[in-house]
């Protein structure tokens, strides 16, 4: 079958998107593929569609359970069975009996932490992976705006499977990130497909207001006044039901919070209801949006400022898919700075902490289950997972820890001090990257030629509406009479089943 026809079957499109064909084909012909593409052009086609075609599993590493559930989720309501996602969130007897099993699966979804455990990285060696898909590949760079230590395994993982095709993804990435993808992969040969940032028919507006009262007078007036279907950006779960509840208690009832400590369920329901126009307005964390394929977004609101460019790009490229002319508005205030350095700082674990965990575990005398320490240090005092997560990737390179136990004689004496320097070294970077979009915030010239010389790209807008630097005519964007058709509510039940089209499957 032709990949054209197969297209339309299994995924009813008619054509591809930029890029797609080309890397589906390099694929298919047995190359390794590095493909950056913007976000909003279908990144998981990519790897989706050659899944049909290889007849071997596909193993999607992925950084965030909330994303690797809602992918397995969406899978599985367009009617595909042989999907499974390995994460923490698994049952003991559900993982024990997914791995005896893996060669049934077309799609295995996987959190980079689980690729740790021996034992999976055996029972996915018996399955036969046929292609080794790394999603959001930036993290592998510590120059990429979500590094992720635990993605650095990954080209160690990807040859102990016998090095089957791999496809490294990512929206986002400049060039140190890119060379840095392939060094880490230690991919022999690889096709590269990295396509431009520019999303044209996105205008940009930076909105300076005094206050947080203002910001919040500012959203209701721009929610109330543009085009929908819109996304509110915040940067704390707290925030995003603020807002909902702001936006509700000011007659706006279409809009509804999302983000990761939701159950899946509830995440899924609220994300199709916004997929099929039942919800105009999403108030979210940056959880929300990868692998949701909406094309009619109008606009995307900044509540508050991003602390990288990588993570504005990404979030306003999910408005205008379709095309049309949309509108990205990012409302800063003097006080965002301070708020974005505490974000910072707290991504990472604090040299207290960290000589915490490794004291307590130096206080045992006997190996300990991997899976106990985690559940002291998470449930009983209360350590961040991020934080955990970075401190037990140099428990794992010191061999500390092996086949999920953790054997406190072999931590070296210096691995307070090495691991506080990573933090300081990882700290710098990020304050690096938010002097970048504060350059972009307060810059008199084109925002989008700041934007794409970021990326090492220069271009433009072929549209009238570039940036508010540029000139910006927002009356093309606001509200027009009968703009949204009414959708009355029958119940979650009912909702869920008819949303996830149960019956279809």
Excluded at 227 to 249: D, F, H, M, N, V
Excluded at 299 to 324: M, W
Excluded at 465 to 482: A, M, P, R, V
Aim: aromatic letters at 10%.
């Amino acid at each position: 079958m032709k990949i054209e026809q197969l297209l339309q079957k299994q995924f009813g499109y008619s054509q591809f998107r930029i890029g797609q064909k080309e890397i589906i084909q390099d694929i298919l012909t047995g190359h390794n593929v590095l493909a950056v593409l913007p976000t909003g052009t279908g990144k998981s086609l990519c790897y989706q569609l050659p899944a049909y075609l290889l007849n071997r599993p596909v193993l999607i590493v992925s950084p965030l359970i909330s994303l690797m559930e809602d992918q397995v989720q969406q899978l599985k309501a367009s009617g595909e069975k042989r999907v499974i996602a390995l994460n923490s969130f698994l049952q003991q007897e559900e993982k024990q009996r997914a791995l005896k099993n893996l060669a049934f699966y077309r799609f295995i979804y996987a959190s980079p932490e689980i690729l740790q455990n021996a034992v999976v990285v055996e029972a996915l060696k018996q399955a036969k992976v046929g292609l080794f898909v790394v999603d959001e590949a930036h993290c592998i760079s510590q120059w990429g705006h979500d590094f992720r230590l635990d993605y650095l395994q990954l080209g160690d993982i990807w040859k102990e499977l016998g090095s089957p095709l791999c496809l490294a993804l990512t929206g986002t990435a400049t060039r140190e990130v890119v060379e840095d993808i392939k060094r880490y992969l230690s991919l022999p040969a690889v096709n590269e497909h990295i396509y431009s940032m520019n999303r044209s028919n996105i205008a940009m507006e930076v909105d300076f207001v005094a206050s947080i009262e203002e910001k919040k007078e500012k959203l209701l007036m721009y929610v109330s006044e543009l085009q929908g279907p819109g996304i509110i950006y915040c940067s704390s779960r707290s925030w995003t039901e603020a807002l909902t509840q702001l936006l509700k208690e000011n007659g706006i009832q279409r809009v509804q919070y999302y983000h990761g400590g939701m159950e899946p369920n509830e995440r899924m329901l609220v994300q199709q209801q916004f997929l099929e126009n039942q919800l105009d307005i999403i108030c979210c964390t940056s959880a929300f949006g990868m692998g949701v394929n909406k094309s009619n977004v109008r606009f995307v609101i900044h509540f508050h400022t991003p602390t990288q460019l990588e993570a504005y790009v990404q979030e306003i490229g999910r408005s205008g898919r379709d095309q049309r002319n949309s509108i990205a508005i990012l409302l800063y205030a003097e006080g965002d700075d301070d708020f974005a350095h505490s974000l910072l700082e707290i991504e990472l674990p604090s040299s207290d902490t960290i000589l915490y965990c490794l004291s307590y575990l130096r206080n045992h005398d006997q190996a300990i289950p991997l899976k106990q320490v985690e559940s002291h240090f998470l449930y009983t005092v209360g350590v961040q997972e991020t934080h955990w997560r970075f401190i037990r990737y140099y428990l794992y390179k010191e061999n500390v820890v092996k086949n999920e136990y953790v054997k406190p004689w072999e931590i070296p004496a210096s691995l307070h001090e090495t691991i506080v320097a990573a933090v300081n070294k990882r700290l710098r970077n990020k304050h690096d990257k938010y002097r970048a979009m504060k350059g972009f915030i307060e810059t008199k010239e084109c925002r989008r030629h700041v934007l794409l010389g970021y990326f090492d790209e220069t271009g433009k807008s072929e549209h009238e509406n570039c940036c508010d630097c540029c000139g910006l005519d927002l009356e093309n964007y606001k509200k027009t009479n009968g703009e949204q058709e009414q959708w009355t509510f029958q119940g979650w039940e009912l909702e869920l089943a008819r949303l996830l089209r149960q019956g279809e499957i």
